[in-house]
């Protein structure tokens, strides 16, 4: 059994002496018990193919009982009832619309806005499309790739099929040799300026798309790991970005990389609270402030001890998230960037957690006692596809366009190389 937006096919196959003949076999289909028609009944060798089309969209992610009835060709009547999940689908808002006559089908093409950031180590920017977004926004560090050959600072293109390493060797599903012909491009502004020629990049990818009719389109995107296609058009300011308020000097949007989800809870939601520093600073006991954590932002150093007794000591305080702040200073080989934190023999914690690096804890350090206040906020713009890293699940949804206008779409990703396909980007 299986659904989507449009309706419902299930599927039976001969066995043996059982064969159905579709013009004998009195086929019926209900849908969460209610008998529907009219169906669609195929056969091709052993295969019966049954459709049901719905007169209108069925709920994304809905559970359906779907039971099948029918006669084969012995005389058995036979009957069973099972589940199908109607497949993933948002419906775009009309907000997204833009007026008739806005597309030029005479100038198709895209937009890109290019990133990096120097690198001061061994270590790059972690691979996470919050972390794209946050570069983008400028939160992470001024812009180092060439944009000598950019347009207002964006570069015009026909085509996105970038790798980062084309130089080397072609990758990915389009190529020289396919047909057509796509050769592997260079990104646009990369090798950067800095002093990593070809790593700790962001993208992002702007074009419109002009949907004929309301309907239900599904988006495709080719990538080797992370991308997110949204349909938007405002960017994330602060996709979970630390965000601290208070004293001037400690005030601000800071680079923040989430725990994953096998070591903390996932954002689903903005958290907002009071920034304390946990005491013990490195959290690697019960902290003696327990009292002020209670309800507040734990603030707390890396080092001793594992991350996973960091983020329980601090839930089991009554914090409602937590902040580790890096111990890898500028002279650091490693350098300054946060990681992901890994999980530790404490087990995965049911509370959000994010790392910043050691330069921006030190500067919020110096105010903190004074009061103040942070926010950590997801983008929950959604996804038309989604894919979080290499060794991730592909992710892929389908889009409802709810209106007859076109619908601007918007990408960030990160990670992406030798993708032939419009309105993705890359970060590395």
């Not at 007026?99 to 180590?121: E, K, L, M, Y």
């Not at 926004?137 to 570069?155: E, K, R």
Request: hydrophobic share 40%; glycine share 10%; charged share 15%.
């Amino acid at each position: 059994m299986t659904a989507t937006a449009l309706g419902v096919t299930a599927t039976l196959e001969d066995s043996g002496q059982s064969v159905v003949n579709p013009a004998t076999a009195n086929i019926s289909m209900t849908v969460d018990g209610a008998s529907v028609s009219p169906l669609n009944i195929t056969k091709a060798d052993k295969i019966t193919t049954i459709q049901w089309s719905s007169p209108t969209f069925l709920p994304s992610n809905r559970t359906l009982a779907v039971g099948v009835s029918f006669t084969d060709s012995q005389g058995a009547q036979i009957a069973d009832t099972r589940s199908a999940i109607v497949a993933a689908y948002f419906a775009l808002s009309e907000d997204l619309w833009t007026a008739p006559g806005t597309g030029n089908s005479a100038q198709p093409g895209f937009r890109a806005r290019v990133h990096q950031v120097d690198q001061p180590g061994s270590n790059s920017l972690v691979n996470r499309t919050h972390r794209a977004e946050q570069q983008l926004a400028g939160i992470i560090g001024p812009n180092v790739a060439d944009l000598s050959t950019a347009v207002g600072g964006q570069f015009e293109m026909n085509l996105v099929n970038w790798n980062q390493d084309y130089a080397s060797a072609e990758i990915g599903n389009f190529q020289t040799a396919s047909t057509p012909s796509r050769p592997d491009d260079p990104i646009p502004g990369i090798p950067g300026l800095g002093s990593k020629l070809d790593d700790s990049i962001a993208a992002e990818v702007i074009t419109y798309i002009e949907f004929p009719t309301a309907g239900l389109y599904t988006m495709g995107v080719n990538s080797d790991d992370g991308f997110k296609v949204t349909a938007t058009d405002t960017p994330p300011a602060n996709n979970l970005a630390l965000v601290v308020t208070g004293a001037a000097s400690a005030a601000g949007s800071y680079h923040a990389i989430s725990g994953p989800a096998t070591t903390s809870k996932p954002f689903t939601a903005g958290v907002s609270g009071r920034l304390v520093y946990m005491d013990p600073n490195e959290g690697c006991d019960a902290p003696v402030n327990a009292a002020a954590l209670n309800g507040a932002i734990a603030f707390v150093d890396r080092g001793t001890c594992e991350f996973s007794a960091k983020i329980l000591n601090a839930k089991n305080a009554g914090a409602i998230a937590v902040v580790v702040v890096n111990n890898r200073d500028e002279l650091n080989a490693e350098g300054i960037f946060p990681i992901e934190m890994g999980v530790g023999a404490a087990g995965y914690q049911d509370i959000p957690a994010v790392m910043i690096s050691m330069p921006d804890g030190d500067k919020i350090k110096t105010a903190i006692a004074s009061g103040l206040n942070a926010s950590i906020t997801p983008d929950l713009t959604p996804a038309v596809g989604e894919f979080v890293t290499a060794d991730a699940a592909r992710r892929t949804a389908r889009s409802v366009c709810s209106c007859r206008r076109p619908a601007s779409t918007r990408s960030v990703a990160c990670g992406t190389k030798g993708t032939a396909v419009p309105t993705s980007s890359g970060s590395a």
